[in-house]
């Protein structure tokens, strides 16, 4: 399957770990352009050896805050400048959510981050790379829900966090929609725990 994406222009948010981190490997390894970001500058720049040892180097704009609307047009910019236009945008950075009953959980200091940070920098970046993604034909946009977007949790009190998931899968939804007649897809993909070294 090498080289299946080359020539693709591709944004792949959170780097510096996780899913983030092995989607950026993995698309740099089929072929494609990465341009990635991460708010730990230490661990973007980790992935970024890793890519190049590997013999399939990706580029890497850090550190970039996501919840900050012109850290997000810095970015996305200055890879459409670099590459003259993006054809995938990956969202898959998400900030640690906070877990507490609905009941005991801080409106301003637990639940209002939570939202932040799993579904404001989801919109901020495709906000900032419609235009772009639109002017490709054909682009694609794939964002990270959860299972916890379909069902609740016995174990863990997760309220924000189901409330944030929740929200990319139906504003991905939408996002196809308003994409189609530009060209512009828009997936989710809703995983379970996933294991990293963190």
Not at 16 to 40: H, M, P, S, T, Y
Not at 69 to 94: K, Q, T
Not at 164 to 175: D, E, H, S, V, W
């Amino acid at each position: 399957m090498a080289d299946r994406l080359l020539g693709k222009i591709a944004l792949v948010t959170g780097i510096g770990a996780g899913i983030g981190q092995g989607i950026a490997l993995r698309f740099a390894a089929e072929g494609a352009a990465v341009i990635g970001c991460d708010i730990v500058a230490e661990a973007a720049e980790a992935t970024v050896r890793a890519a190049a040892a590997a013999g399939t180097p990706i580029e890497s704009v850090h550190p970039v805050d996501l919840t900050d609307p012109a850290e997000v047009r810095r970015y996305v910019n200055s890879a459409a400048a670099a590459h003259g236009r993006i054809d995938v945008l990956v969202n898959a950075a998400a900030i640690q959510p906070h877990m507490a009953p609905v009941w005991q959980m801080d409106y301003a200091a637990q639940f209002r981050p939570t939202l932040a940070g799993e579904v404001d920098l989801v919109f901020l970046t495709c906000q900032a790379a419609w235009p772009h993604l639109a002017a490709a034909g054909g682009a694609s946009v794939i964002n990270f829900a959860s299972v916890n977007s379909f069902r609740g949790s016995r174990q863990l009190a997760m309220t924000a966090h189901c409330a944030g998931k929740g929200a990319i899968l139906a504003m991905t939804r939408q996002l196809a929609i308003e994409g189609g007649p530009d060209g512009v897809r828009a997936n989710t993909i809703a995983p379970g725990l996933i294991q990293t070294s963190a």
